[in-house]
């Protein structure tokens, strides 16, 4: 570079700060801009405050877009999870890999994260402003002009989605890129809990279990309001997009997905014959939580005089099984953008550079991490895009 070229970062979040220190080292002169007292603060919140980095099993599959998502296969391809490791453990992060693959830095902590990056984007000759609201942006004599003071040669947009306000989110984003004709795929809540209108719900509220909702597998949540857990939250997006057109949709859950039709079956009618004095809750007690089987009798339409198994008849049992392999909620709504992990939807994938990461509408003006229509699977998959996304950000920049 013959003349130091200035770089404005707008968002202080996982893209904003990785994207950052890869750019000063290279020997651009980056300021970070952050409205919020201080670096990192959903990133803080992420995997429960132990911060799921990345995923070992880094795949297409488990991103998703409105646009074609096969146009981010070079981008994920360039910045793989081996990429990842050895950048992070340059940096003094160690991963620790939990046996479904999800990613955690060694201390269980995401402060660790948080703190390496602002170190090393610090180290860097990254400058960082805390407590700095952009309002304005404008591009002028080719240069940007945030707030009509501050000049910069390229401006990098990495302000996230609308997901968890209460963390200093905002669309802010979207609005700067509004303002150079972009179109924005209007954001539903993602990896999101579901609110039902199913009736007992409280009877059951509190109970986990792994269950299966069509091909997924995973973790599953009983609330007072409707259902959570890692499985819930992998399908939300579906069901979310779904509830914008219609009033309510229902989730089939296979609450014990080890046993096929015909083993269940079995086992209740052999439990029939040899346990038939038991009371019927106690009855499934045996096999499942025992306010889950209360639940699953609640709704199988089992005649309400019937307390005790000896009184089920083969009707009763097929009942039974049927609300276990296929228990039916009524979902009329998520839990909107205040818990949400993320948002489906921001900038459109097709107005976007993806070797650079560069608007096609202006020259020098990118979009990394969040605030992209990009997003992910539970596990990881979300931060390694503000990763990959900042990679190729960073290593094609002149």
């Known amino acids: 570079m ?110 660790s994260i948080v703190d390496i990056l602002e170190y090393e984007a610090i180290k860097s000759g990254v400058k960082i402003e805390l407590n700095t609201e952009i309002t304005n942006v404008r591009y002028q004599k080719n240069v940007f002009v945030l707030n009509q003071k501050l000049y910069f040669d390229k401006l990098i947009i990495a302000t996230g989605s609308i997901a968890m306000p209460k963390l200093g989110s905002s669309d802010s984003g ?81 609450t014990m997905p080890d046993f096929s039709f015909e083993q269940l079956t079995n086992l209740l009618m052999y439990r029939l014959e040899n346990l038939q004095d038991k009371e019927l809750f106690l009855w499934l007690d045996g096999i499942m939580n025992k306010k889950l089987a209360k639940y699953i009798i609640l709704n199988a339409n089992i005649a309400k005089h019937i307390q005790y198994a000896k009184f089920l008849t083969k009707e009763d049992i097929v009942k039974i099984v049927k609300t276990i392999k296929n228990l039916e909620f009524i979902i009329t709504d ?41 997003d992910g699977d539970c596990g990881g998959y979300n931060l390694h895009w503000a990763w990959s996304s900042s990679y190729a950000l960073a290593t094609s920049m002149k």
Do not use: W
């Not at 890129?177 to 209108?197: G, R, T």
């Not at 199913?198 to 091909?215: P, R, T, W, Y």
């Not at 839990?335 to 992990?341: L, R, Y």
């Not at 459109?348 to 550079?353: A, F, G, K, P, V």
């Open 2 to 111: 013959s003349k130091q070229q200035t770089i404005a970062i707008i968002g202080a979040g996982a893209a904003g700060l990785f994207s950052s220190i890869l750019l000063a080292s290279k020997g651009f002169s980056v300021v970070v801009i952050e409205k919020n007292n201080k670096v990192g603060k959903k990133l803080l919140a992420t995997g429960n405050g132990r911060c799921n980095v990345t995923n070992q099993n880094i795949s297409l599959k488990n991103f998703y877009s409105n646009a074609n998502i096969s146009l981010i296969k070079n981008t994920l391809e360039n910045f793989n999870y081996n990429d990842c490791k050895e950048l992070f453990s340059k940096m003094g992060i160690e991963f620790k890999i939990s046996p479904s693959g999800r990613v955690y830095p060694l201390s269980l902590s995401s402060s």
């Open 174 to 254: 979207y609005l700067f890129a509004k303002q150079f004709k972009h179109n924005i795929i209007n954001p539903v809540a993602s990896l999101v809990q579901l609110v039902s209108s199913n009736k007992n719900l409280d009877i059951v509220s509190g109970v986990k279990i792994e269950a299966q909702i069509e091909n997924k597998k995973g973790d599953f949540l009983f609330t007072k309001y409707g259902v959570s857990g890692s499985l819930v939250l992998d399908i939300s997006r579906q069901i979310a997009k779904q509830l914008q057109t219609q009033k309510s949709v229902k989730l089939h859950v296979d």
């Open 334 to 374: 998520t839990k909107g953008f205040e818990t949400c992990e993320v948002c489906a939807g921001g900038v459109s994938l097709d107005e976007i550079n993806l070797e650079t990461m560069e608007s096609k509408f202006q020259k020098g003006l990118y979009f990394i991490g969040e605030v992209v229509d990009v």
